[in-house]
């Protein structure tokens, strides 16, 4: 049975940088492409970016572009978000989820329960 566990939130000053990890148990690591999903108060959760199994592909929403990367080590079934350039806007919980997968590119619908999800807060 797919788990997923976030970690590595926090309170970071804007401009600063933090790295999530997502780690995965009950899996065959590189057989799903897993997202990352956030939720800032008061709003919808929305799809931040996915990797497929292998890692070759890579999906960000505009709002990161250029600010976050998304990785993966399979050999570790961890998924990692390594955010940049954090603004106060990015403040939210993040969760990690298996994705959809279409025509080898992963699409940011989650298929797999909610976790807990780790809170990041960017505040001066």
């Known amino acids: 049975q797919l788990q997923l566990v976030e970690s590595g939130g926090g309170l970071v000053q804007p401009g600063g940088s933090l790295r999530l990890s997502c780690a995965g148990s009950?899996?065959?690591?590189?057989?799903?492409?897993i997202g990352w999903f956030r939720q800032a108060p008061g709003k919808e959760r929305e799809g931040v970016s996915c990797i497929s199994g292998s890692g070759g592909s890579t999906n960000y929403a505009d709002s990161v572009k250029g600010r976050f990367t998304i990785s993966r080590d399979n050999a570790k079934t961890t998924v990692y978000l390594q955010m940049n350039s954090l603004k106060p806007e990015d403040t939210g919980v993040y969760y990690c989820?298996?994705?959809?997968?279409?025509?080898?590119?992963?699409?940011?619908?989650?298929?797999?329960?909610w976790g807990q999800g780790t809170q990041v807060t960017v505040s001066s």
């Open positions: 989820a298996a994705v959809r997968i279409v025509q080898a590119m992963c699409v940011m619908i989650p298929v797999s329960r």
């Open positions: 009950g899996f065959t690591s590189s057989y799903y492409g």
